[in-house]
């Protein structure tokens, strides 16, 4: 059951322009949602996040938009760089309502960035 | 942003044997650390939720005894791959947070091969 869906497996913008990464998910339980960067081999790297109470979060050059009512997120990176160029993965947060109500972090399948010079 | 360290980065180890990956957090207190497992070209897996001093929370399909996870102090959790088996083989990440609300921040991943 994939609860956090990246439905485009890479995307590829000209440098200087708007990149716009789509997520989508199911679970109307999750309370907050992150963007991670992730080069091959190494950890993934934290971006930005976005509460469920928010409809947008704005760092820098990455914005997170969030629309609960179609369970969809978005990361907007203007202007775009090449050194932005990696894969992209969504993320979500809930709360277990049992099992002690101990915590989820799950992830979409990413978004293969390129930003060609 | 904060700092967590695992390790080994890479481990082969023979068939049948057990290994030990450490994840731990430099500059926070982690209450909270997350276990993933990678497969190429998919999406990080989570297999497991920890928090300090108590037993850890397994999604399901993952096997409790043979991936133990300890989380004994607020600063280290390790995850042991037990008679590891060449399917076994993966990219294990752990992230670890400190407070409810807040952001995951995620070690540098461990490759396992299971010759």
């Known amino acids: 059951d994939q609860q956090v869906k990246q439905n485009s497996p890479s995307l590829s913008v000209q440098e200087g322009r708007i990149s716009i990464l789509n997520c989508d998910y199911t679970n109307s339980m999750f309370d907050y949602f992150l963007w991670y960067k992730k080069y091959p081999a190494e950890g993934p790297t934290f971006l930005i996040s976005?509460?469920?109470?928010?409809d947008k979060n704005e760092d820098g050059r990455f914005t997170v938009f969030l629309n609960k009512s179609a369970k969809h997120l978005s990361l907007h990176i203007v202007p775009s760089q090449p050194g932005d160029s990696a894969v992209y993965f969504c993320?979500?947060?809930?709360?277990?309502?049992?099992?002690?109500?101990?915590?989820?972090?799950?992830f979409g399948k990413g978004t293969k960035l390129t930003v060609n010079p | 942003g904060a700092v967590v360290s695992q390790h080994p980065s890479r481990v082969i180890c023979k068939s049948g044997t057990s290994v030990k990956i450490e994840c731990r957090s430099l500059d926070f207190q982690a209450t909270t650390m997350f276990w993933y497992r990678q497969f190429p070209k998919q999406s990080l897996m989570l297999m497991a939720t920890?928090?300090?001093?108590?037993?850890?929370?397994?999604e399901q399909g993952v096997e409790k005894d043979k991936f133990l996870i300890n989380h004994a102090s607020l600063t280290l959790s390790t995850l042991t791959v037990t008679s590891a088996h060449p399917e076994d083989s993966s990219f294990y990440i752990c992230s670890a947070r400190q407070t409810r609300g807040t952001e995951a921040f995620f070690g540098q991943g461990t490759r396992l091969t299971v010759v």
């Open positions: 920890s928090n300090e001093g108590s037993k850890a929370t397994y």
């Open positions: 993320a979500a947060h809930s709360i277990r309502l049992t099992q002690g109500g101990s915590e989820k972090l799950v």
């Open positions: 976005i509460s469920s109470i928010k």
